[in-house]
Structures are given as C-alpha cells and as structure tokens.
C-alpha cells in the first residue's frame, strides 16, 4: 500500500506495478490481502496441513473441486514415492498483483516461494453479497 509522505508526492501513489486498486470503496485494497490468504491456504490443502473445508466460502464450487481433486492425486503420489518429503513444503508468499476488471470482479497473480523452487498461482476474485470469491484459480 502506498502512503503520502512529504518525499513522495500523492501525483506519484498507485504507480505501475503496485496491485493497489484505486477507488473510493476500502475494500478494493483489501483484495491483495484475501488474495494472498487463499494462496496460501491452497498451498497448505496441497501439502496436507490445512483441510480443505476451511475454503469452502472462499472457492466456488468448481474451484473447490479441482482443489479436491489436484490435492487427491498429490496425497496419492506422496503415497507411492515412499520416503519422499512432503510436497510444497513451507510455501511463503512472495509477491501479490492485482488487476481490477470492474467493481466487483478482480485478478491476482501471487509468487510463492518453496524450499527448492518458486511458483506462480494465477486467480479470479468476484465480490458476491460484499465477500470476495474465488471463481478461477491457476496454480503452477
């Protein structure tokens, strides 16, 4: 988020880059925020330590679904590959972009970094009812 400060004048705030939605509703800045608590939560449904009924209200049905299924068939390739440690292990977000499409609909890109490597995660926010709801989620 970008502060007036007198060494930074205001003309310069929400520069090129900066994933801070502009307008006069608080809670268009707050979807970098629910962006990045949906990563990382997906991450954790991934890697086993967060179930996935916690996403319930922030997936719609779709999306949820194929959470279901990708952490299904990561749990069964951990199952074969005995020995192995555990996928995505300590996932830490890096980065959050956003783009607004219109009022209520919002597109975030995050960066998360993992012991051995950095993925991307690409997601559709839709306000529904005033609650940010993921509609499209990408993760690499």
């Given at each position: 988020?970008?502060?007036?400060?007198?060494?930074?004048?205001?003309?310069?705030?929400?520069?090129?880059?900066?994933?801070?939605?502009?307008?006069?509703?608080?809670?268009?800045?707050?979807?970098?925020?629910?962006?990045?608590?949906?990563?990382?939560?997906a991450l954790e449904v991934l890697a086993?330590?967060?179930?996935?009924?916690?996403?319930?209200?922030?997936?719609?049905?779709?999306?949820?679904?194929?959470?279901?299924?990708?952490?299904?068939?990561?749990?069964?390739?951990?199952?074969?590959?005995?020995?192995?440690?555990?996928?995505?292990?300590?996932?830490?977000?890096?980065?959050?972009?956003?783009?607004?499409?219109?009022?209520?609909?919002?597109?975030?890109?995050?960066?998360?970094?993992?012991?051995?490597?950095?993925?991307?995660?690409?997601?559709?926010?839709?306000?529904?009812?005033?609650?940010?709801?993921?509609?499209?989620?990408?993760?690499?």
């Open positions: 988020m970008t502060v007036t400060t007198p060494s930074r004048p205001a003309s310069r705030q929400g520069g090129r880059g900066t994933g801070v939605v502009r307008s006069s509703n608080s809670a268009d800045v707050d979807v970098r925020l629910v962006a990045r608590s949906i990563a990382q939560a086993g330590t967060r179930p996935l009924q916690q996403l319930s209200r922030s997936l719609d049905a779709e999306c949820y679904l194929s959470l279901q299924h990708r952490a299904a068939l990561t749990r069964k390739h951990a199952a074969r590959v005995r020995g192995s440690q555990q996928p995505h292990s300590s996932p830490m977000v890096r980065s959050v972009r956003t783009c607004s499409i219109s009022e209520s609909i919002c597109e975030a890109s995050i960066v998360v970094a993992e012991e051995q490597r950095c993925r991307a995660i690409a997601m559709r926010l839709e306000r529904l009812d005033g609650v940010w709801q993921v509609t499209a989620l990408e993760i690499g």
